[in-house]
């Protein structure tokens, strides 16, 4: 019987191949409504930045039962920007066997919505997932942002971009093959 890979041992799996600490964008149950909200600190991409910049946000806290919440929940506490020093980019197999052969990471764009995106990628590794072929096997690259390969945050869908061609040098860890079913489905 075939073995199928969670959310969470998907992102688990992603974060330990690409040496990442899963900061952030955690979740907890609001205390009396019970839904879910995000709590800690967020790291969103900031439109249209150049090169690429993240703001931090804190959404506060909720502690436990029977302690007082801190929560920042709608309007999170601004506490500046930092740079993006890693963008995460999901490939087929081809693909990547193609980018070991050329020596540089450029998209065919075959799955470009617009003719002017290049090369997309994404500020994190499980987003990156979406660029994974939707069946067969791909991996995840992590790679080195340099601010001669001009990426940047598009204003208009907040996705990281870049016309010129990434050496391959850039690409300092990648994930092992994942592999998925006709149905969409990670195997373990």
């Not at 019970?34 to 909720?62: L, N, T």
């Not at 500020?123 to 990426?151: C, M, Q, T």
């Not at 061609?165 to 300092?172: A, E, G, Q, S, T």
Request: aromatic share 8%.
């Amino acid at each position: 019987m075939t073995e199928y890979l969670n959310r969470e041992q998907f992102t688990d799996r992603v974060h330990r191949e690409l040496g990442v600490k899963n900061e952030g964008n955690k979740e907890s149950r609001h205390p009396k409504s019970g839904y879910k909200i995000r709590v800690g600190k967020r790291f969103p991409v900031v439109p249209g930045s150049s090169p690429p910049e993240q703001r931090v946000e804190d959404h506060g806290h909720f502690p436990g039962r029977g302690q007082t919440p801190q929560p920042v929940m709608m309007l999170p506490h601004q506490l500046g920007t930092r740079p993006i020093k890693y963008v995460y980019r999901g490939v087929s197999e081809e693909d990547f066997q193609g980018i070991q052969q050329r020596g540089v990471i450029k998209s065919d764009e075959r799955g470009n919505i617009a003719c002017d995106e290049g090369t997309c990628a994404s500020h994190d590794p499980f987003s990156a997932a979406s660029y994974l072929p939707f069946r067969g096997p791909g991996r995840i690259l992590k790679i080195k942002v340099h601010p001669e390969d001009n990426w940047q945050v598009d204003p208009r869908d907040s996705y990281i971009k870049t016309q010129n061609p990434i050496p391959l040098d850039r690409v300092v860890r990648h994930t092992g093959v994942f592999n998925k079913d006709q149905m969409g489905r990670y195997i373990q």
